[in-house]
């Protein structure tokens, strides 16, 4: 049996992070009982078709010009994306579709197939309101259980709606030996006594970037044993934020003390080492759907702090696996979190511990795409 995994905004295998891109491609690499076939647009790659791990791929280009006469100016769009891998989809003839965008159009691209088979829709994010214009899909995946509540509330059918968290590669994302620790940092020059405080994510207001800049900013004011990382893109929309420019005096504030590495976003091998050298994440976000970082640096064995917004809490227990901000704007409560996770550090093994194992049990990639597949075998057997 085959299935067509459709990415509508994003190219895979992914490169810049884009999570329903990640999730769609790991999913797709661990599925034992239906063939994957991939659609995805094209972004910077340069083959539209290819063949990774033995999964086929097929990747959709739209050039700037098209895009901006046809979707901005005119918006009459004579060949849009859907239609396009509606076509590709006929050619694969799969036995069901699994496509990673909520606000899909179900309804017209079942329109444009010639034969109709079970669509499953992902949700990565909860920012639809249910329409039923655009149709209703067989099964609607959401990433945790505070999604379904959020997308039950917006009107989708309860009985449709199935969780599937998101996975990580327990694998990539591992604890470093001893040795291994030592030679990373010394390739990031970080002096020896100092603990590594990291920040992964978007550079922008919903993942608190902004309170991680004034929390290690009091940090530094006071302490001489942390050296800090932000690593992850700044989108270019974020120069809207109320607090971007005050955001980009304390980077600059930070660098000048020497003990602050500003990173854009990395692919996973080389996020994973940074990972490794951690000794505490701080990771504030004001929303999240789940929190892929999160999950990321659990399985890395760092001192995950984070908020307890969203779907976040299904993962991290405040003071067992991790800890969670009640106000992820407060830098005086991170500052707090942080300072005493600093001068414990030494006793925390068993948060760490118990972060790796909640990970491996719940979110290693095998047993969420287990997860998946029944969920496609039922949307097989019972359609409806």
């Known amino acids: 049996m085959k299935v067509a995994i459709y990415v ?30 991939m659609i995805s647009v094209q972004e910077d790659y340069c083959e539209a078709t290819d063949t990774i791990e033995g999964i086929p791929i097929r990747r959709l280009h739209e050039s700037a010009l098209y895009n901006r006469i046809f979707k901005k100016i005119t918006r009459l769009d004579p060949w849009p994306l859907d239609k396009r891998a509606a076509h590709f989809v006929n050619d694969i003839a799969p036995d069901i579709c699994h496509v990673h965008q909520l606000e899909f159009d179900v309804e017209r691209f079942s329109h444009w197939m010639k034969k109709r088979v079970p669509i499953l829709v992902h949700a990565h994010v909860t920012n639809r309101t249910f329409n039923p214009v655009r149709g209703i899909a067989n099964r609607y ?42 030679r990373l940092r010394l390739a990031l020059n970080i002096p020896s006594d100092c603990r590594v405080l990291t920040f992964v ?26 050296f800090v990382i932000a690593a992850g893109g700044e989108p270019l929309d974020s120069v809207a ?35 490794k050298i951690s000794d505490i994440t701080l990771l504030p976000s004001l929303t999240e759907p789940q929190g892929m970082v999160v999950l990321e640096s659990m399985a890395s064995g760092c001192v995950t702090i984070s908020s307890r917004v969203g779907g976040i809490p299904e993962s991290i227990t405040h003071g067992v696996n991790g800890y969670l901000l009640n106000k992820p704007e407060d830098e005086e409560e991170a500052q707090r979190l942080v300072e005493d996770a600093l001068d414990n550090i030494n006793n925390l ?16 990639w095998p047993v969420v795409a287990a997860q998946l597949e029944k969920i496609y075998l039922s949307a097989l057997e019972r359609p409806n």
């Open 8 to 37: 509508p905004h994003g190219a895979v295998p992914d490169k810049r992070g884009f999570a329903p891109a990640i999730v769609a491609w790991n999913f797709a690499l661990q599925l034992r009982h239906l063939d994957p076939f």
């Open 141 to 182: 995946i959401a990433v945790s259980d505070y999604v379904k509540t959020q997308l039950i509330e917006k009107g989708y059918p309860s009985e449709k709606v199935a969780v599937v968290r998101n996975g990580v590669d327990t694998t990539q994302f591992s604890p470093a030996s001893i040795d291994e620790k030592t």
């Open 201 to 226: 994510g978007r550079k922008q207001e919903v993942k608190g970037f902004h309170t991680f800049l004034q929390t290690v900013v009091r940090l530094l004011e006071s302490r001489q044993d942390i």
């Open 241 to 275: 934020e109320a607090s971007y420019a005050s955001r980009q005096i304390l980077r600059q504030r930070l660098s000048d003390t020497h003990r602050y590495l500003d990173l854009t976003s990395l692919p996973h091998n080389q996020l994973s080492n940074i990972y």
């Open 349 to 364: 093994d068993s948060i760490r511990a118990a972060a790796r194992g909640e990970i491996l049990r719940k979110f290693d």
